[in-house]
């Protein structure tokens, strides 16, 4: 059963446009939600994060969108840039201390095209 | 100067075999976990240590024992190694309750024949 899903498994965008990568979850108990990228043969690396409190926040050119009624995230990327392509994982946790184990979706390839 | 380091990056061995992977973080963390990625790219918590205390673990098998020596070092030894153990390993910290946030090492392809 898996509680957090990515639809998209690759997206193809041009530089310069913008890369909107979603995520979906199904457990009502997820109040943090994080975005990790990773490149191949290395560690997924954090991105940004939101809690559920809020319904978007912002870093740079990467901007998270929280619709906790539709059990909806998703990642905005603008500009998007050459080294924006990597596979990019969706995470969620609980807040209770003690059990933030992230639970990751499959995780969706992002392609720049120069 | 590496936030999250795992050694071996690579293992190759046979099944039956017992191994180990080491973890170290110089983040000033106090918890750790393990995490493990399947063929199909799914990456999946195994345990998570707060303080050299268990306080994940989920449903892995015996044949898996994390030890924690101190709060930078978290190893994951693996008994009787079968073929569905290869995977990617990744290691992670993270400093609760401060922060959600997980920092994850390079991990270790570990591929049983």
């Known amino acids: 059963d898996q509680q957090v899903k990515q639809n998209s498994p690759s997206l193809s965008v041009q530089e310069g446009r913008i890369s909107i990568l979603n995520c979906d979850y199904t457990?009502?108990?997820?109040?943090?939600f994080l975005w990790y990228k990773k490149y191949p043969a290395e560690g997924p690396t954090f991105l940004i994060s939101?809690?559920?409190?809020?319904d978007k926040n912002e870093d740079g050119r990467f901007t998270v969108f929280l619709n906790k009624s539709a059990k909806h995230l998703s990642l905005h990327i603008v500009p998007s840039q050459p080294g924006d392509s990597a596979v990019y994982f969706c995470?969620?946790?609980?807040?209770?201390?003690?059990?933030?184990?992230?639970?990751f979706g499959t995780g969706t390839r992002l392609t720049i095209i120069p | 100067d590496t936030a999250v380091s795992q050694t071996p990056k690579y293992l190759v061995t046979q099944m039956g075999n017992d191994k180990s992977i080491k973890c170290e973080q110089n983040?000033?963390?106090?918890?750790m976990y393990w995490y493990k990625q399947d063929s199909k790219k799914f990456l999946k918590i195994m345990f998570s240590?707060?303080?050299?205390?268990?306080?994940i673990n989920e449903t892995v098998p015996n044949r898996f024992s994390p030890k924690s020596p101190d709060k930078a070092h978290l190893n994951l030894h693996i008994n009787s190694l079968e073929l569905g153990d290869s995977a990617v390993y990744f290691c992670?910290?993270?400093?609760?309750?401060?922060?959600?946030?997980?920092?994850f090492g390079p991990g270790t392809r570990l591929t049983v024949t």
């Open positions: 939101i809690s559920s409190i809020k």
């Open positions: 995470a969620a946790s609980p807040l209770n201390f003690g059990n933030e184990k992230l639970t």
């Open positions: 240590y707060n303080n050299k205390e268990l306080i």
């Open positions: 457990n009502s108990m997820f109040d943090y």
């Open positions: 983040l000033g963390h106090d918890t």
């Open positions: 992670a910290s993270s400093r609760r309750p401060e922060t959600y946030e997980q920092y």
